[in-house]
């Protein structure tokens, strides 16, 4: 299974643009990269998902380089409501509904 | 749609005892996985339902179990139950309109059930 790194914690203020990277080396060839989001005594949501170059979607954008080895989550103008965990997923090589969860980065937005 | 729902969303049990959970999925959706969150240990998949039938199952004892119905609802069982079963239990559904699928399907969560085991 692809395994994930992440920073354990970012800060940041309201209004900057927040970039997060993951790590994933031994990505395999038919793996996704997923990132959901998670707030306090909630279940995570859906973000964004790629598999290379770059994705965007109304709330973030996702950039894979060629090798596929890193992708970097960017939240554009990060408001207080976005602070949350962040969780990059690498899959289906677990199974195509299992997700493997790693342990997230904490994102803190100040005010 | 009305979203993933589960039921109860609080529980205290204490050692020894069994407990259902119950997870209702987005209207047509057919799988259904669950996941146990706690600080230590963080998101876990236990096991994943498509039609009636466990797809997937994760790292667990066989205390934990679980079981879909023909309307994907879907309810998992802890039996005997231990003091570091006290957690944040999500359920997720997906479309999973065939068996597989080219690309990890995204998961809509519930908001969980919290069971303390005292």
């Known amino acids: 299974l692809a395994k994930t790194t992440q920073p354990i914690s970012m800060d940041s203020y309201e209004g900057q643009e927040v970039n997060i990277t993951c790590s994933h080396n031994n990505i395999a060839t038919n793996d996704y990269i997923t990132w959901y989001q998670q707030f306090p005594s909630q279940g995570p949501r859906f973000i964004i998902q790629g598999y290379k170059t770059k994705v965007t979607n109304e709330v973030a954008s996702l950039f894979i380089p060629a090798d596929r080895k890193s992708s970097t989550l960017s939240l554009p103008r990060v408001s207080l409501s976005d602070t949350a965990v962040y969780y990059c997923l690498v899959g289906p090589s677990g199974g195509y509904n299992k997700l493997i969860f790693g342990a997230g980065t904490r994102l803190a937005v100040h005010p | 749609k009305a979203g993933v729902t589960q039921t109860p969303r609080y529980l205290i049990k204490t050692r020894g005892q069994q407990v259902t959970l119950s997870c209702s999925p987005i209207s047509g959706h057919r799988s259904v996985s669950w996941y146990q969150q706690t600080p230590g240990q963080g998101l876990q998949f236990l096991f994943e339902y498509f039609s009636e039938t466990q797809r997937n199952k994760g790292n667990f004892p066989g205390r934990f179990s679980g079981r879909q119905f023909s309307n994907s609802r879907s309810e998992m069982n802890v039996s005997t139950l231990e003091l570091g079963d006290s957690a944040l239990y999500l359920c997720?559904?997906?479309?999973?309109?065939?068996?597989?699928?080219?690309?990890?399907?995204?998961?809509?969560f519930g908001p969980g059930t919290r069971l303390l085991v005292l």
């Open positions: 997720a559904s997906s479309p999973s309109r065939t068996s597989g699928g080219a690309r990890q399907e995204t998961q809509y």
